[in-house]
């Protein structure tokens, strides 16, 4: 597997309160990306990144944030969780934006 | 904006039968992707395609792209059990990958 890691791994919080979410990578790729998997939706993009402080958004990015101030992390972040954000969480990394993607983990993150 | 739409949802075969899953986009792609993942796991690179009418083989897998590089087909030869899992197709145009919803495969042994 791709050095990839995603912390946590599995987080239940409550309505409201703010979650930040960790992608860290030892690949040194350029690019970063943010998915949030659900049923029957497969894999959406959040947000993602083409370098160092070089972000930008993806088909669901309301109610999301990030920031990626090194190479190798890409951090994800929810400014007030809310229960429709209950889903599993998918980073991934790319050389190049059209080239193949490797994914870390997932975070299983659950707002009640 | 682009879409890339995948058919069927879910397939349930029995050990040893075939298996296919469709991929179309809505506009032409630079390359076209697929990527397996298991339950509970996370999505797994297959293969990329990039040239018009390519086919592609591993093992029992054969991927097949579009002449007009707006479709693509993943065929499964005599399924296991181990082939289980979500199979995604994702197109490359000018947007960041649009991944198709997935078609989730069930192998009966």
């Known amino acids: 597997d791709a050095g990839i890691t995603q912390s946590p791994r599995h987080k239940v919080t409550e309505t409201g309160t703010p979650v930040t979410l960790r992608c860290h990578q030892t690949?040194?790729?350029?690019?970063m990306y943010w998915y949030r998997q659900d049923p029957g939706h497969g894999l959406r993009l959040i947000h993602y990144?083409?370098?160092?402080?070089?972000?930008d958004k993806g088909e669901v990015s309301d109610g999301y944030s990030v920031s990626r101030s090194k190479t190798e992390d890409f951090l994800l972040t929810l400014e007030s969780a809310t229960s429709s954000q209950t889903s599993v969480y998918f980073c991934?990394?790319?050389?190049?934006?059209?080239?193949?993607?490797?994914f870390g983990p997932g975070t299983r993150l659950t707002v009640t | 904006g682009q879409q890339v739409m995948q058919i069927p949802q879910y397939q349930h075969v029995q050990e040893g039968e075939d298996f296919t899953t469709y991929c179309n986009s809505s506009?032409?792609?630079?390359?076209i992707q697929w990527y397996k993942q298991r339950p509970g796991g996370h999505p797994v690179f297959l293969i990329q395609?990039?040239?018009?009418?390519e086919v592609k083989k591993q093992k029992r897998l054969t991927f097949q792209f579009g002449e007009a590089k707006k479709n693509s087909s993943l065929h499964i030869t005599a399924t296991q059990t181990t082939d289980v899992g979500t199979y995604f197709c994702?197109?490359?145009?000018?947007?960041?990958?649009?991944f198709g919803k997935g078609t989730r495969l069930s192998v009966i042994a």
């Open positions: 991934a990394i790319s050389v190049a934006g059209p080239d193949e993607q490797y």
């Open positions: 690949e040194n790729h350029r690019y």
């Open positions: 990144s083409y370098g160092v402080k070089d972000t």
């Open positions: 506009t032409t792609l630079s390359n």
């Open positions: 395609l990039v040239k018009s009418g």
């Open positions: 994702a197109g490359a145009g000018n947007t960041p990958l649009v």
